[in-house]
């Protein structure tokens, strides 16, 4: 194992009715301008925005709304949301969504307490600043875990870059499952993978840890739960499990000791400055062509893969031939969570030169099973269309 620090500072609460239960007392901590920030309008639809903003104001606050947010968040809408923040003298954040809308909110807070701008800060000059302002998570979709990490991905439009971001820590997090119900399966589904692509970055990575048996066991508990959801959409068990199985892989105790892959990730941030298309389903195209190209380097641990989380039984068969065996299992679980397995089924468009843009900016890993070249990460892409 390799040596760690590990803090995790988030407080989570997690019941139906954790809003009206729990805001009274965490709102004595805080000032009176509360800025909530969403996405779509999906949060006005089902209620969710007027139970937030009527509780705020139960509490005393001026709320101030600031929607639009969107999947694979852009740095320009970041932004508008630190300029009014600053404008409004904001003492809160609420981040009222899912994994976009966290990460943005995230971004924001970086750049709040500063003059600077954010993205040059960070991303350019490598400098995380000091002092940030604070939020709070309602989380209305699981998936991403943003919710319990400090780290913020977005797109700069106009440098087609997709970066992740050192933003602060929630001050807390309120996850109610019961606001998960209103989420279309076709919405909530790309998220069930994205979970499980989180445990297989980790999973994948050089070396053994403590955490891989753990880490096993969640995975069968995503694809188990992913499964039995398309069977009962209806079910706030099912979706309840697989929401506080999304924050638990990004509490950051798997990645302890443990370098991770992340390649597919790598691939996928840089593939989304150009498509901005759902950050699930690129991982769902792309992760089952990569393990592919790799498989033969990493038998071993694929084949242990395919065994402990696939249920393959590898009696009589080589390690390569379980190995293959569980991602071929891998794929069927995208099948069954009716994710595209191709760029052209999911309606994205990649050109080659998109492609060779991507191969030639994109993160490449050194600490997963074999190190790619960018001519590999270019076949990679070009062989998901």
């Given at each position: 194992?390799?040596?760690?620090?590990?803090?995790?500072?988030?407080?989570?609460?997690?019941?139906?009715?954790?809003?009206?239960?729990y805001f009274?007392?965490?709102?004595?901590?805080?000032?009176?301008?509360?800025?909530?920030?969403?996405?779509?309008?999906?949060?006005?639809?089902?209620?969710?925005?007027?139970?937030?903003?009527?509780?705020?104001?139960?509490?005393?606050?001026?709320?101030?709304?600031?929607?639009?947010?969107?999947?694979?968040?852009?740095?320009?809408?970041?932004?508008?949301?630190?300029?009014?923040?600053?404008?409004?003298?904001?003492?809160?954040?609420?981040?009222l969504?899912?994994?976009s809308?966290?990460?943005?909110?995230?971004?924001?807070?970086?750049?709040?307490?500063?003059?600077?701008?954010?993205?040059?800060?960070?991303?350019?000059?490598q400098?995380?600043?000091?002092?940030?302002?604070?939020?709070?998570?309602?989380?209305?979709?699981?998936?991403a875990?943003?919710?319990?990490?400090?780290?913020?991905a977005?797109?700069?439009?106009?440098?087609?870059?997709?970066?992740?971001?050192?933003?602060?820590?929630?001050?807390?997090?309120?996850?109610?499952?019961?606001?998960?119900?209103?989420?279309?399966?076709?919405?909530?589904?790309?998220?069930?993978?994205?979970s499980?692509?989180?445990?297989?970055?980790?999973?994948?990575g050089?070396?053994?840890?403590?955490?891989?048996?753990?880490?096993?066991?969640?995975?069968?508990?995503?694809i188990?739960?992913g499964?039995?959801?398309?069977?009962?959409?209806?079910?706030?068990?099912?979706?309840?499990?697989?929401?506080?199985?999304?924050?638990?892989i990004?509490?950051?105790?798997?990645?302890?000791?443990?370098?991770?892959?992340?390649?597919?990730?790598?691939?996928?941030?840089?593939?989304?400055?150009?498509?901005?298309?759902?950050?699930?389903?690129?991982?769902?195209?792309?992760?089952?062509?990569?393990?592919?190209h790799?498989?033969?380097?990493?038998?071993?641990?694929?084949?242990?893969?395919?065994?402990?989380?696939?249920?393959?039984?590898?009696?009589?068969?080589?390690?390569?031939?379980?190995?293959?065996?569980?991602?071929?299992?891998?794929?069927?679980?995208?099948?069954?969570?009716?994710?595209?397995?191709?760029?052209?089924?999911?309606?994205?468009?990649?050109?080659?030169?998109?492609?060779?843009?991507?191969?030639?900016?994109c993160?490449?890993?050194?600490?997963?099973?074999?190190?790619l070249?960018?001519?590999?990460?270019?076949?990679i892409?070009?062989?998901?269309?």
């Amino acid at each position: 194992m390799q040596n760690f620090i590990y803090h995790m500072p988030v407080k989570v609460y997690f019941e139906q009715g954790g809003v009206r239960k729990y805001f009274p007392q965490e709102m004595n901590h805080y000032g009176r301008n509360i800025m909530i920030v969403y996405g779509g309008g999906s949060v006005k639809r089902n209620g969710v925005l007027d139970e937030v903003k009527s509780t705020l104001e139960e509490c005393g606050k001026k709320v101030i709304e600031f929607g639009g947010v969107t999947s694979s968040p852009s740095y320009a809408k970041i932004q508008e949301g630190i300029a009014l923040y600053k404008k409004e003298k904001i003492d809160l954040m609420i981040a009222l969504g899912g994994g976009s809308v966290v990460d943005s909110t995230k971004i924001i807070a970086a750049g709040a307490e500063i003059e600077e701008d954010i993205w040059e800060e960070e991303v350019v000059n490598q400098r995380i600043p000091q002092k940030m302002g604070k939020y709070a998570v309602v989380l209305t979709i699981s998936g991403a875990g943003a919710e319990m990490d400090n780290l913020g991905a977005c797109t700069n439009e106009l440098t087609h870059e997709k970066k992740t971001l050192t933003g602060p820590y929630a001050d807390f997090v309120i996850e109610d499952p019961s606001y998960l119900m209103s989420v279309p399966l076709h919405v909530f589904t790309p998220g069930v993978y994205d979970s499980l692509s989180h445990c297989m970055e980790t999973y994948f990575g050089r070396g053994t840890n403590v955490w891989d048996e753990i880490n096993e066991s969640l995975m069968r508990n995503i694809i188990r739960n992913g499964r039995a959801l398309m069977e009962n959409p209806d079910s706030m068990e099912i979706r309840s499990n697989l929401m506080w199985d999304s924050s638990l892989i990004q509490s950051f105790s798997f990645y302890t000791g443990c370098p991770g892959d992340f390649q597919a990730h790598g691939i996928e941030n840089m593939l989304a400055a150009y498509t901005h298309a759902t950050h699930g389903v690129q991982l769902a195209i792309l992760q089952p062509v990569y393990y592919d190209h790799i498989v033969e380097d990493g038998a071993e641990v694929f084949a242990r893969f395919a065994v402990n989380v696939m249920g393959v039984d590898h009696a009589g068969k080589t390690d390569i031939e379980t190995a293959r065996e569980g991602i071929a299992q891998l794929r069927e679980f995208i099948r069954c969570l009716k994710l595209p397995e191709t760029f052209s089924e999911a309606g994205i468009e990649v050109s080659e030169e998109t492609a060779s843009a991507v191969a030639d900016t994109c993160n490449v890993s050194n600490t997963n099973v074999r190190q790619l070249t960018r001519k590999e990460i270019k076949e990679i892409i070009l062989a998901c269309r």
